[in-house]
């Protein structure tokens, strides 16, 4: 069993609706969970991280973690054709210090 | 935030040949990784490269197939030795940042092996 798994879609939704991406982990000591966004043909860049249980907001993202269910989700509101990327979450132990696990990720295609 | 640039970009290259992966950064930074891509699969951590220690294998990756050099503090190289169809794959360089859980990617190197 994977320690991260994340449906691979692919994803496509239109422009404007609410995307919701999810991932589950079976390794309950992840205390960071974070959310990397890669374009094609590029590296994976940070965008969000939640330490331990709750939701973050910035913007049209929102993150959540379950700890309880080892379940974490990226909400994306006012999806926009520019959100078109593979969404990969990431997982990190404390004390592990680069040590980020991966999921698939997940590629979204939002349609204008 | 850091910028990190690699060469190749690309590249096509004959089964049981060596190719070594540049990754340059425009700072100086403690830790760099290195990762693979295979298609349709997560992002395996290689190893950790600290300047002036022996890079840290991940289970799985062992430093006769994946040799890596850290001579200076901007500065790894990955080499792929003795490469099958199965080493295809797309290579990527990281550093840390200031955060624990923050890692700035280069583009990637995208290998084919035929």
């Known amino acids: 069993q994977k320690e991260v798994e994340q449906d691979p879609g692919p994803l496509s939704v239109p422009e404007g609706a609410i995307v919701s991406l999810n991932c589950t982990y079976s390794n309950s000591a992840f205390q960071y969970f974070m959310w990397y966004r890669q374009y094609s043909r590029k590296g994976p860049e940070l965008l969000m991280y939640t330490y331990s249980s709750g939701n973050k907001e910035d913007g049209r993202f929102t993150a959540q973690v379950d700890k309880s269910s080892k379940y974490i989700s990226l909400f994306i509101r006012d999806s926009q054709p520019s959100d078109s990327a593979t969404y990969l979450c990431?997982?990190?132990?404390?004390?592990?210090?680069?040590?980020?696990?991966f999921g698939q990720g997940t590629t979204l295609q939002v349609k204008p | 935030s850091a910028v990190i640039s690699q060469k190749p970009s690309r590249d096509i290259c004959q089964r049981g040949t060596s190719l070594t992966i540049q990754c340059q950064v425009d700072?100086?930074?403690?830790?760099m990784f290195w990762y693979r891509q295979q298609p349709g699969q997560s992002l395996t951590l290689i190893a950790t490269a600290n300047q002036g220690s022996e890079a840290t294998y991940e289970s799985g990756f062992v430093i006769d197939k994946f040799p890596i050099s850290r001579p200076n503090l901007t500065f790894s190289t990955l080499t792929v030795s003795n490469m099958s169809p199965e080493d295809s794959s797309i290579y990527l360089c990281?550093?840390?940042?200031?955060?624990?859980?923050?890692?700035?990617f280069g583009p990637g190197t995208r290998l084919t092996v035929l």
């Open positions: 700072s100086q930074v403690t830790m």
């Open positions: 990431a997982m990190l132990r404390s004390g592990n210090t680069g040590k980020l696990i």
């Open positions: 990281s550093v840390d940042g200031e955060k624990v859980y923050e890692q700035f």
